[in-house]
Nanobody, 123 residues
């Protein structure tokens, strides 16, 4: 049974930092992996995507310079370091297999979703 687990979310003041983690059982992160987020009433947005080798990560324009994606293949883990958080970063964050197409970060055809981790940034 595949289970994806995101963690590390929480409530933080604007300007603060959080580090999200993602692990999975029954599933190996042997492809590009990324982070997605969805705020209430909004569509899901691709935040960042990183290849299996870890080079050339992609970021949404809204998080460039503030977020850093990384992965540890030995641990089958994906991370997102979020600095200088803004209220507009408030959302449920998910990790899943990803692709980058025409500048957009999209879930791949093999994406599997967990329950997500809530990030709330207060002003």
């Amino acid at each position: 049974q595949v289970q994806v687990v995101e963690s590390g979310g929480g409530l933080v003041q604007a300007g603060g930092s959080l580090r999200l983690s993602c692990t999975a059982s029954g599933l190996t992160f042997d492809t590009a992996m990324g982070w997605f987020r969805q705020a209430p009433g909004k569509e899901r947005e691709g935040v960042s995507c990183i290849t299996w080798s870890g080079d050339a990560p992609y970021y949404a324009d809204s998080v460039v310079g503030r977020f850093t994606i990384s992965r540890d293949n030995a641990k089958n883990a994906l991370y997102l370091q979020m600095n200088s958080l803004k209220p507009e970063d408030t959302a449920m964050y998910y990790c899943a297999a990803c692709v980058s197409v025409a500048g957009l970060i999209l879930p791949s055809s093999v994406a599997r979703w967990g329950q997500g981790t809530q990030v709330t940034v207060s002003s």
